[in-house]
């Protein structure tokens, strides 16, 4: 059985640091695309990074490019995004979510059950 | 990059067929057959019903199918029942090498 298991969320201030962490089980973790989408309190998703199952390959929204660092660990089954510079509007749950092939990021089969960021002072 | 657009409501009585739609350029939707529809019922992580345009993962029911004309894409279910009541997102990969979302679309069965 697939599972994602997100953490890592909490409070923290803006201009601050947080890293999400997403510990996957139940497929052949380095085989599979990995992407972080979010959903702001009441409003709709946004897809926020990717990254293909080698890890050599990642991509970013504009709203969080050179301020979001994605990676993966594939001798851990684990996927990262790294936060920094943080601002209010990136207060939302986010998402950890498995591809259905090594660069098909596009197409997500999987979601974890998220993990909630909230940017204040 | 805006959402691409979908109607914020639809609705229909159990039995019934309803479609949403979403629209996007000829950057996103109108040149890739790389759209997606997830359902997400309130409180929940979103499920995908449909991938590249109208293809089922195992499990979905056929009630549920995917189809594209130009730059909208569309989702159709049949047979309307209870548990479909949810709201419901599409999405596209896009010349910039990056995916967008709808800005989701509420399913009210009446």
């Known amino acids: 059985e697939v599972q994602l298991l997100e953490s890592g969320g909490g409070l923290v201030q803006p201009g601050g640091s947080l890293r999400l962490s997403c510990a996957a089980s139940?497929?052949?973790?380095?085989?599979?695309?990995m992407s972080w989408v979010r959903q702001a309190p009441g409003k709709g998703l946004e897809w926020v990074s990717a990254?293909?199952?080698?890890?050599?390959?990642?991509y970013y929204a504009d709203s969080v490019k050179g301020r979001f660092t994605i990676s993966r660990d594939n001798s851990n089954n684990a996927v990262y995004l790294q936060m920094n510079s943080l601002r209010a509007e990136d207060t939302a749950v986010y998402y950890c979510?498995?591809?259905?092939?090594?660069?098909?990021?596009?197409?997500?089969?999987?979601w974890g059950q998220g993990t909630l960021v909230t940017v204040s002072s | 990059q805006s959402a691409l657009t979908q109607p914020p409501s639809v609705s229909g009585s159990p039995g019934q067929s309803v479609t949403i739609s979403c629209t996007g350029t000829?950057?996103?939707?109108?040149?890739?057959?790389?759209v997606s529809w997830y359902q997400q019922p309130p409180g929940t992580a979103p499920k995908l019903m449909i991938y590249?345009?109208?293809n089922r993962p195992s499990g979905v029911p056929d009630r549920f199918s995917g189809s594209k004309s130009g730059n909208t894409a569309s989702l159709t279910i049949s047979g309307l029942q209870a548990e479909d009541e949810a709201d419901y997102y599409c999405s596209s990969y896009t010349s910039s090498s990056s995916l967008i979302f709808g800005g989701g679309t509420r399913l009210t069965v009446l």
């Open positions: 590249e345009v109208s």
């Open positions: 139940g497929f052949t973790f380095s085989s599979y695309a």
């Open positions: 000829s950057s996103d939707v109108g040149s890739y057959n790389r």
């Open positions: 990254i293909s199952g080698s890890g050599a390959s990642t």
């Open positions: 979510a498995k591809g259905m092939g090594g660069s098909s990021w596009h197409k997500n089969d999987y």
